[in-house]
């Protein structure tokens, strides 16, 4: 969630699996993919009208880590961009984009931050997510990497996320980073950095699934 409480069952967008899967396809075909998913205990795909339980979500993106740990990070990063790219094509509307285009960075970047955190809740489900400035995001307590631990960055699917949307709509040449990550120790935020690199970032192409909702 966000910084604003909301009540009821931890839910969260379902672009957090559905996005994944023609990265899965791309992977290793239908039977990867179906294999992966059974392995995460996902038999029953969303369809893409409603948010759905956090839990489902995490499994998948841990199971891929568990699977697929040296591709995991690219993967997971690929879905990210097209869940980006869904939200650019159907979330945020044009004019507001075209705004955002045209503001000198500093002032999009405010802006954008700030339409991040009213619709927090639907990528951060359970977790807390804060806007340390407009460039730098925290989520407490992710869902997506509860109960793990690892001396790395694990959140490939929330950094290429930031990075696209800031990429497209604040400046070309904006990336993301995770600097700290909630895997790292107990109560530890997972922590993103945007900034301008002089550089385009290095993601690749690949179309949003076009059931997906959030």
Same mark, same amino acid.
């Given at each position: 969630?966000? =910084?604003?409480?909301?009540?009821?069952?931890?839910?969260?967008?379902?672009?957090?699996?559905?996005?994944?899967?023609?990265?899965?396809? !791309?992977?290793?075909?239908?039977? $990867? $993919? &179906?294999?992966?998913?059974? $392995?995460?205990? /996902? %038999?029953?795909?969303?369809? &893409?009208?409603?948010?759905?339980?956090?839990?489902? *979500?995490?499994?998948?993106? $841990?199971?891929?880590?568990?699977?697929?740990?040296?591709?995991? #990070?690219?993967?997971?990063?690929?879905?990210?961009?097209?869940?980006?790219?869904? /939200?650019?094509?159907?979330?945020? #509307?044009? #004019?507001?984009?075209? @705004?955002?285009?045209? @503001?000198?960075?500093?002032?999009?970047?405010?802006?954008?931050?700030?339409?991040?955190?009213?619709?927090?809740?639907?990528?951060?489900?359970?977790?807390?997510?804060?806007?340390?400035?407009?460039?730098? %995001?925290? /989520?407490?307590?992710? #869902?997506?990497? *509860?109960? =793990?631990?690892?001396?790395?960055?694990?959140?490939?699917?929330?950094?290429?996320?930031?990075?696209?949307?800031?990429?497209?709509?604040?400046?070309?040449?904006?990336?993301?980073?995770?600097?700290?990550?909630? *895997?790292?120790?107990?109560?530890?935020?997972?922590? %993103?950095?945007?900034?301008?690199?002089?550089?385009?970032?290095?993601?690749?192409?690949?179309?949003?699934?076009? !059931?997906? *909702?959030?």
């Amino acid at each position: 969630m966000s =910084e604003d409480v909301r009540s009821g069952p931890a839910l969260i967008g379902p672009n957090a699996i559905l996005q994944m899967l023609p990265v899965l396809d !791309r992977l290793g075909g239908p039977e $990867r $993919r &179906g294999q992966i998913l059974a $392995r995460a205990g /996902i %038999f029953d795909l969303p369809d &893409g009208t409603r948010m759905i339980p956090e839990t489902q *979500a995490a499994q998948l993106h $841990r199971t891929l880590r568990q699977e697929e740990p040296i591709l995991a #990070p690219a993967l997971a990063g690929e879905a990210g961009r097209a869940t980006a790219d869904y /939200i650019l094509a159907h979330r945020i #509307p044009r #004019p507001a984009q075209l @705004l955002l285009r045209v @503001l000198p960075a500093g002032p999009s970047a405010a802006l954008l931050s700030r339409a991040i955190a009213r619709h927090a809740w639907t990528f951060v489900g359970s977790g807390r997510f804060r806007v340390v400035d407009p460039m730098t %995001f925290e /989520i407490a307590d992710n #869902p997506l990497v *509860a109960g =793990e631990r690892s001396e790395g960055c694990l959140c490939h699917w929330h950094a290429a996320v930031f990075a696209r949307l800031y990429h497209v709509l604040v400046a070309a040449d904006a990336t993301c980073t995770e600097t700290s990550c909630g *895997a790292h120790s107990p109560g530890h935020p997972c922590r %993103f950095e945007l900034e301008r690199s002089g550089s385009t970032p290095n993601l690749i192409d690949i179309k949003p699934h076009p !059931r997906a *909702a959030q």
